[in-house]
Structure formats: structure tokens, C-alpha cells
């Protein structure tokens, strides 16, 4: 008997736990009680999201989810960093594995079905990396014919290959299928295709990183809109998220952060804050 109400004690003490932890109503709740936040990032992508080793990841987005948790808790955070490629963004929002994504997340609208946005916190053109020593393509125009990258998860290829509304240009092209975006520029780098299309601030990031190797077009295809991906239907957070945003433009960290991961590699950075969209 003593064993049975011992063990149904411990199930109590659980289950008092779970209902602890699930009380929040929302990811901006918990991180301002509990002083932690689970945020999910790049870890491939220099100058965005890079991870080396055991250290933490840095880069731009890296600063920027930073600074966005300290503002929603009003104070220091113990932020632990979940990888979150593209292809795994939607689940990890979706069960709860992580309460915000900062990882070079574009919003569009079929993402909005599935996720809600705060931000965006910056926009970016959509350019093209090719090999340096690449003539044949000077122009966005020249992709007609070539092999194109396909990350999985992403949809910027799509601004090439497909026609309006998801496209843009509808260029015929070979799409090769890559992981990801690091394994995209490993097979630009190999002669496995030639040419990876996504924002230029990930591009400007490999080319930055192997100098001499890899030369953008400076050809933008489109503008995107990057947005801190939160657990759909969760507005009190994107609400304080996008509170955070504009504290981070207005008191110049945006600006500050965009000089440090990107004022070396030529790019035209943005000035000022974007438009915010409605959480509702």
C-alpha cells in the first residue's frame, strides 16, 4: 500500500509539474517568467546562423534573437539554440520544441497558413551566387537553361522556375535537390550546378566566406521579408515581438547589427525599419 501511494504521489508531483510548465498563455509569458527562451536558428549559414563545435551559433539573426528575448523579459535570458533548417521550421513551432524561430524565415503567404509572424525585422533582395569564374552567367535572364539549387524547404528557387503567383520569372532550368543551403554552395563550388538563388544576405555570407570563389549577380529577382516565426495563432507574442522590433530599430541595435555581420561584403544595407504586419 505504502509503494502504491508513494508512486501515486509521485504521479501527482508530475503531473503538477506538466501543468507548471504548460500554464503560459503564450511563448512571450514564459520567457518573461521563467527568464529562458528555446529559439531556433541557422546553424549553416555564415554571417546569418553559424555553429562551430560546441559554441554557441552567431550571426546576424543569432543578435537579433537575442536582443528580442531580452526585451520580452526584461532582462538577461538563458537562451538554449535549436538547429531549425528549413525544412524543419513549421514542426518546431508546430510541437513546441522551440518558442520562437529566427533563422532567415521568409514570410509568404502559404507559410502564414501554418505559421504566424512577427516582423519582418529586415528585408532582403533575392540574388544569385555563381561561381567566379563563371561567364556564361552575368544576368538573372542567363539562368535559363542552368541548374538551379533546390534546399530543401526553401522556395526560392521557385522566384526562378515558376510563374506568378508562387514564381516569378518561369525560367526553364534543372532543379538539383541539396539539404540545404551549405550543401547547395558545396555543389556550386564542385562544378554540380551553377547557381543558387536565395537572399542576398545568405549568399553575401558563403561568398564572404571563401573570398575570390563565388561572385554575386547583383541581379535581384524579388524582396523578402524576414520574419520571427512564432506557434501559430500565439498573437500576444508576436505582438511583443514586434514591440522588440521597432526598440531595435528605434535605439539603432538593428543598424549596429546589420554593419557588423555585413558591412564588409559590399552589400546596400537597409536604412530603416520595415513595415510591420498585423499579428491579427
Not at 508513494?6 to 503564450?26: I, N, Q, W
Not at 551559433?57 to 538563458?78: H, N, S, T
Request: glycine share 8%; charged share 25%; with cysteine.
Amino acid at each position: 500500500m505504502r509503494g502504491a501511494a508513494y508512486a501515486g504521489l509521485v504521479m501527482v508531483l508530475a503531473l503538477s509539474a506538466c501543468d507548471d510548465v504548460t500554464s503560459y498563455t503564450s511563448a512571450a509569458e514564459k520567457i518573461r517568467h521563467t527568464r529562458t527562451a528555446v529559439i531556433g536558428t541557422k546553424w549553416d549559414q555564415p554571417g546569418i546562423g553559424w555553429k562551430a563545435g560546441f559554441s554557441a551559433p552567431q550571426g546576424f539573426d543569432v543578435d537579433v534573437a537575442r536582443y528580442i528575448v531580452g526585451r520580452l523579459a526584461g532582462g538577461q535570458v538563458k537562451i538554449t539554440w535549436r538547429e531549425s533548417a528549413s525544412s524543419q521550421r513549421e514542426a518546431l513551432l508546430q510541437n513546441g520544441t522551440v518558442d520562437l524561430v529566427v533563422a532567415s524565415y521568409s514570410i509568404t503567404p502559404a507559410r502564414t497558413t501554418r505559421v504566424t509572424f512577427a516582423g519582418p525585422y529586415v528585408i532582403s533582395p533575392q540574388d544569385t551566387l555563381v561561381r567566379a569564374d563563371d561567364r556564361r552567367i552575368t544576368s538573372t535572364s542567363d539562368l535559363a537553361g542552368k541548374r538551379i539549387c533546390l534546399a530543401e524547404g526553401s522556395n526560392s528557387y521557385r522566384r526562378i522556375t515558376d510563374p506568378p503567383p508562387d514564381g516569378l520569372l518561369d525560367l526553364p532550368a534543372t532543379l538539383v535537390k541539396a539539404s540545404n543551403y551549405s550543401d547547395c554552395v558545396r555543389k556550386l563550388a564542385a562544378g554540380r550546378l551553377d547557381a543558387v538563388s536565395t537572399e542576398s544576405f545568405v549568399l553575401a555570407g558563403y561568398a564572404d566566406q571563401d573570398p575570390g570563389k563565388f561572385r554575386l549577380l547583383n541581379d535581384p529577382v524579388s524582396i523578402e521579408y524576414y520574419g520571427v516565426g512564432i506557434r501559430k495563432g500565439d498573437l500576444a507574442t508576436c505582438e511583443a515581438v514586434n514591440q522588440a522590433i521597432t526598440s531595435m530599430w528605434r535605439d539603432g541595435t538593428a543598424t549596429r547589427l546589420l554593419r557588423k555581420w555585413f558591412g564588409k561584403t559590399g552589400l546596400d544595407l537597409p536604412t530603416s525599419m520595415p513595415r510591420l504586419r498585423s499579428c491579427r
